[in-house]
Every structure is written in structure tokens, then in C-alpha cells.
């Protein structure tokens, strides 16, 4: 079992950053790809970004790269989501996420989730 607290969500101005993280409690977190994804009003959830259970290996989506990153810290047990260069269709709702399966941005195949924070950007 697994359990996952993000924190860090906020409003800023385009163009600016924020740093997300995802605190995760339990044994094993190396044993997990750690994913991110959002969810906007309306919309289906959007994968992020995801980092395999080492660190060593880091999926992004086509809307992030360039501009996102997921470095991992497993002896904290946590997963950070970088978050630069924002704009206004960034806003959302982020999830960070844990999977056995890496690399996938399948919703399905994560197992835990946690509560989501909120990111709004202002243009």
C-alpha cells in the first residue's frame, strides 16, 4: 500500500515556475514509476510526466517537453514535478500518481493516487 500527498500547487503569471511535490508513505517507493497527470474542467486526465523507479529514466508528454521535469529523491521517498515556462493552458488539476509499469501514460495502469493540487495560471 502506498499512500501519495502532493503540495506545492498555486497561481502565478505565465511564464512562470512552480515546483510540485509528491510525498509518498509505505515501503518500496524505488519499486514504483511515479507518474503526474492533470485534469482540467471538462476534461478527460492528461498524462504529465514520469520517472521509473530508479530516476534514471523520465517519460514527458508532448505538451510539457521542453519545459517540465520529474527528478525523484527515493531516500526521502518523494517525486518532484518542475514545472517552468507555464501558460494559461497548463491550469489544472495535478495528480502525482504510482505505477509498477514503466514507461505508461495509461491512467489505469497506476495504482495509487493522491489528492491532487491545484495549479492556476494567469495570462
Known amino acids: 500500500q502506498v499512500q501519495l500527498v502532493e503540495s506545492g500547487g498555486g497561481l502565478v503569471q505565465a511564464g512562470g515556475s512552480l515546483r510540485l511535490s509528491c510525498a509518498a508513505s509505505?515501503?518500496?517507493?524505488?519499486?514504483?514509476?511515479m507518474g503526474w497527470f492533470r485534469q482540467a474542467p471538462g476534461k478527460e486526465r492528461e498524462f504529465v510526466a514520469a520517472?521509473?523507479?530508479?530516476?534514471?529514466?523520465?517519460v514527458l508528454g508532448d505538451s510539457v517537453k521542453g519545459r517540465f521535469s520529474t527528478p525523484r529523491d527515493n531516500a526521502k521517498n518523494t517525486v518532484v514535478l518542475q514545472m517552468n515556462s507555464l501558460k494559461p493552458e497548463d491550469t489544472a488539476v495535478y495528480y502525482c500518481?504510482?505505477?509498477?509499469?514503466?514507461?505508461?501514460?495509461?491512467?489505469?495502469?497506476?495504482?495509487?493516487w493522491g489528492q491532487g493540487t491545484q495549479v492556476t495560471v494567469s495570462s
Open positions: 509505505g515501503r518500496s517507493f524505488s519499486m514504483y514509476a
Open positions: 520517472t521509473s523507479g530508479s530516476g534514471s529514466s523520465t
Open positions: 500518481a504510482a505505477s509498477h509499469d514503466f514507461p505508461t501514460g495509461r491512467v489505469t495502469n497506476y495504482n495509487y
